[in-house]
């Protein structure tokens, strides 16, 4: 498989199979497809393996898309404004990543549950208890909110990142959180409580606008209430498109 990345701010991922190979991805990620390539839904692996996407806000069911002829292309395509990252796994690797994150993969690769056993950075680190789990050996792409920055982190090296910027880490890094110092930058600061800690050694992959960032930033232009004069059904209805977007981003 060899795969091209393309597109500016709404980017897919175009891959060129040989035949007999195959690519995996969530429900709705394909946006075109050669006709030598064939579609077979799955649960992937079970009525578990079924739950445990359903919390982490993924699909129930994933697609499996075989390739029959050699350099046969199919691509696949984010959700919203962002980028692709490209993530080669070696056998026995593995990725933990945020929830909604993972867009396709290619490969002995497979998805399961991550389960965040601090309670702190559960309840306050804004990752929640359940994360993505991506291990095997192949290549994964994950979707980026904004821009990807990595982070090569050594053993006992600490990176601190606000709430919703973490896209994936490496399996032997740690997760939690830590309280802002100070009671002028707890109020003030305009961050919050707390910030998310990532531990080394490992790789870290941060983002650069994160879908809630993008939401806050949209609702202060979104119209309030309904004005009935005809003068105004213009802006009511694009009021009413201005809500279903920020509805849908909200709901990611």
Do not use: H
Request: aromatic share 8%.
């Amino acid at each position: 498989m060899t795969y091209e990345i393309k597109g500016g701010n709404f980017p897919v991922v175009e891959c060129k199979l040989k035949n007999g190979e195959k690519m995996i991805t969530e429900s709705g990620s394909m946006c075109w497809m050669d006709p030598t390539i064939k579609m077979d839904t799955t649960t992937g692996g079970g009525l578990g393996k079924m739950v445990g996407r359903m919390f982490t806000k993924e699909s129930l069911f994933q697609n499996v898309y075989t390739s029959e002829k050699d350099d046969s292309k199919i691509a696949f395509g984010v959700s919203c404004p962002g980028s692709i990252a490209a993530i080669k796994l070696e056998k026995g690797q593995c990725v933990v990543c945020q929830k909604s994150a993972f867009l396709a993969a290619y490969g002995d690769i497979e998805l399961s549950v991550f389960f965040n056993k601090k309670i702190g950075s559960a309840l306050f680190g804004g990752e929640g208890f359940l994360m993505q789990k991506v291990q095997g050996e192949g290549m994964v792409f994950l979707e980026i909110d904004g821009s990807s920055v990595p982070f090569d982190l050594k053993e006992g090296e600490k990176l601190i990142l606000s709430t919703g910027y973490l896209v994936s880490m490496s399996e032997t890094c740690s997760i939690d959180i830590e309280m802002v110092k100070g009671v002028k930058n707890i109020f003030l600061g305009g961050e919050g409580l707390f910030n998310t800690v990532i531990t080394g050694p490992g790789r870290v992959i941060t983002q650069t606008m994160p879908l809630a960032r993008t939401a806050d930033s949209l609702i202060n232009y979104l119209p309030l209430g309904n004005n009935n004069s005809s003068s105004n059904s213009t802006g009511s209805s694009v009021a009413n498109a201005a809500g279903s977007i920020f509805k849908s981003l909200t709901n990611k």
